[in-house]
Nanobody, 127 residues
Framework: QVQLVESGGGLVQAGGSLRLSCAAS????????MGWFRQAPGKEREFVSG????????YYAESVKGRFTISRDNAKNTVYLQMNSLKPEDTAVYYC????????????????????WGQGTQVTVSS
């Protein structure tokens, strides 16, 4: 089973940028579709973005579309989330998640579709 470790979180002013990374170890990384979720204080965890195991398909929540970009480097066993034009409402703990995916182009959007989760990284956007 793959293990996931997120990094790259921090404190940034509104309008700024951060890039989150999620490094995977264990089984073959390119067997897994990947996703990013976030959980703000007092709220449920929500989907942010997903990418197919091939990297050819991506999907974004409406709230981040046009500002966030998900990508992956299968040679480095890493998935990224580039976050631009950050807003205070983006403040949350961000989690990456993995799902063993038979379909190379499939993107998964529901929390219960993912099998493995990282420990999370805090992103705080000040106004």
């Amino acid at each position: 089973q793959v293990q996931l470790v997120e990094s790259g979180g921090g404190l940034v002013q509104a309008g700024g940028s951060l890039r989150l990374s999620c490094a995977a170890s264990g089984r073959t990384f390119n067997s897994y579709a990947m996703g990013w979720f976030r959980q703000a204080p007092g709220k449920e965890r929500e989907f942010v973005s997903g990418i197919s195991r091939s990297g050819t398909s991506t999907y974004y929540a409406e709230s981040v579309k046009g500002r966030f970009t998900i990508s992956r480097d299968n040679a480095k066993n890493t998935v990224y989330l580039q976050m631009n034009s950050l807003k205070p409402e983006d403040t949350a703990v961000y989690y990456c998640a993995a799902r063993d995916s038979y379909y190379s182009g499939a993107v998964w959007k529901r929390e219960n579709e993912y099998e493995t989760w990282g420990q999370g990284t805090q992103v705080t956007v000040s106004s």
